[in-house]
């Protein structure tokens, strides 16, 4: 069994994404997430990283200079059976392409799973990773994310950019 403890690790990124923070527990990557300026503390120490921070943030530099389209990661994200299988349709989405919230829903079988497949996609804790920044409208509109609808921007032009 893992330890409950997680590290963190702030992994500068992008100017116009801020920093992103890498949690891992021994088993693998917990959480990966944006930070804004009022989320750091850089008054207080650095926190220490481990090998997954560490390999995590190594792939994300590879991503953010257009040298990666898959990750390869051990991730531990804590979530529900249901979020789980979402989540893992999430990574099936093409590095540069996009799916609808039905799109993933069909691809579990349960096409009525629009909703709860929206709502487990909002709870990814583990951003650009799995890339829940992927998901758009039905009608190719933009819809929530985590990181704001100026970050998902950002990645897909990135995606669709790094493609071409």
């Not at 009022?38 to 390999?55: M, V």
């Not at 829903?105 to 709870?123: I, Q, S, T």
Request: charged share 20%.
């Amino acid at each position: 069994m893992s330890t409950a403890l997680a590290f963190d690790y702030y992994q500068p990124a992008a100017a116009s994404l801020g920093l992103i923070r890498i949690q891992a527990s021994d088993d693998g990557l917990t959480a990966i997430t944006f930070l804004d300026a009022t989320d750091h503390d850089t008054a207080s120490p650095a926190p220490q990283p481990n090998a997954h921070t560490r390999l995590c943030q190594q792939q994300l530099a590879e991503y953010f200079a257009g040298q990666r389209t898959r990750f390869e990661l051990p991730l531990a994200a804590s979530g529900t059976p249901f979020q789980q299988q979402v989540w893992r349709r999430l990574c099936d989405i093409p590095f540069g392409a996009t799916a609808s919230y039905a799109d993933i829903a069909a691809r579990l079988d349960n096409p009525r799973a629009v909703r709860a497949v929206g709502a487990a996609n909002g709870r990814n804790p583990l951003a650009i990773v799995v890339p829940c920044h992927r998901v758009i409208g039905r009608d190719g509109s933009l819809t929530g994310y985590a990181g704001g609808l100026a970050r998902k921007r950002w990645l897909l032009a990135h995606e669709a950019a790094a493609r071409a």
